[in-house]
């Protein structure tokens, strides 16, 4: 089985910063696009950043500037960056990966979630 660990969320005043982080276990045999999304109570999830199995990234237009994903394929990982963070990122933020493990093919898999807090 695979799992995706969280880490890194917590409190922080307007303008700071945080650095998310995510690693899976399991027997992994490769990884694919992994990303990071974002949910509020009563709100669709959305997609936050987006990195490739190439290294290619992708942010959403609200945190384009702010947030920095960056692959770790040794610990089958990857962090988020965030700065200049501001109240309307306060959310419970998952992580999110495409695996292949050495007994079945490519899945989808969700950490658990952790939550950011932007105070002003």
């Known amino acids: 089985q695979v799992q995706l660990v969280e880490s890194g969320g917590g409190l922080v005043q307007a303008g700071g910063s945080l650095r998310l982080s995510c690693a899976a276990s399991g027997s992994i045999s490769s990884i694919g696009d992994m990303g990071w999304y974002r949910q509020a109570p009563g709100k669709q999830r959305e997609l936050v950043a987006l990195i490739t199995s190439g290294g290619s990234t992708y942010y959403a237009d609200s945190v384009k500037g702010r947030f920095t994903l960056s692959r770790d394929d040794a610990k089958n990982g990857m962090y988020l960056q965030m700065n200049s963070l501001k109240p309307e990122d306060t959310d419970v933020y998952y992580c999110?990966?495409?695996?292949?493990?050495?007994?079945?093919?490519?899945?989808?898999?969700w950490g658990q979630g952790t939550q950011v807090t932007v105070s002003s």
């Open positions: 999110n990966a495409h695996v292949r493990t050495t007994r079945s093919s490519y899945n989808n898999y």
